[in-house]
């Protein structure tokens, strides 16, 4: 979706894989895989970065090693029996601290295409990061102005995110591969725990409703049954009073 809207602006467009966050090696490829046939098909030169994750674990994994404890997505050991149950993904996955690590990998990625465009004689950076309502779009933001400032090129960033459903709709027409988590080591379990988290939200939604259902339909039986019985009593009332009469 960022590419088409990238075309109707005018702008040549050179597809920059880097990606050294993603693990394990298996799910690179087969990511990397799934880019090159879609530059193939809409006519983009790809260029593909260094992929050493290595460099990841030097920059990005120990912020991630230091805040992982604190996350209830990652099994944090200072979440007990007490500690009350995330109502929010963003409060499962620790967002507060996690976008510091996110921060991070943003930074390091972005640097390099931001070196890599001015090393090819490109004239400007954006990323399709701000596709994603997943991500931490101001800080993408933020990191993309610093990394192409930097490098001395222009940024050109625009929130995507308004467009994320028809980007969605077109991948599955065309059959392309949707991970199922971001792509650090960290985000796996992430993911996981966050269609845990929403799958029992919506097991317990499903429940209330139908809580909400019964308790209803037990509402309209009592109203029936106690008009019932005060119809059976004013019957009952009339009867007495019938007779009353008859035996004057």
């Known amino acids: 979706m960022p590419t088409r809207l990238l075309e109707e602006e005018g702008h040549d467009i050179t597809v ?37 994750p290595a460099h990841w674990e030097r920059e990005v994994a120990p912020i991630g090693e230091a805040i992982k404890d604190f996350s209830p997505a990652l099994g944090s050991k200072h979440v007990g029996d007490d500690t009350p149950q995330p109502e929010s993904v963003a409060e499962l996955l620790d967002d507060e601290r996690r976008r510091e690590r996110c921060r991070a990998c943003y930074r390091m990625r972005l640097e390099e295409a931001a070196a890599k465009a001015v090393a090819g004689g490109y004239d400007g950076l954006t990323t399709t990061l701000a596709v994603s309502p997943y991500q931490f779009t101001d800080v993408i933001h933020e990191e993309l102005l610093r990394a192409c400032e930097q490098a001395g090129i222009a940024a050109h960033f625009e929130d995507y995110r308004p467009y994320y459903d028809e980007a969605t709709r077109i991948s599955r027409e ?17 993911g996981e725990a966050t269609r845990a988290f929403i799958k029992q939200q919506r097991k317990a939604a499903k429940e209330a409703k139908r809580a909400a259902r019964e308790a209803e339909e037990a509402a309209r039986k009592e109203k029936a049954a106690e008009k019932q019985a005060y119809a059976e009593a004013q019957a009952k009332k009339r009867a007495i009073l019938k007779a009353m009469r008859e035996e004057s």
């Open 16 to 52: 920059f894989y880097a990606n050294s966050n993603i693990a394990p090696r298996s799910e690179y490829e087969h990511r990397r895989e799934e880019l090159e046939k879609y530059a193939a098909m809409q006519g983009f030169e790809m260029i593909e970065g260094d992929y050493n």
């Open 174 to 190: 065309l059959g392309m591969y949707r991970q199922n988590y971001c792509g650090c080591r960290f985000s796996i379990a992430e």
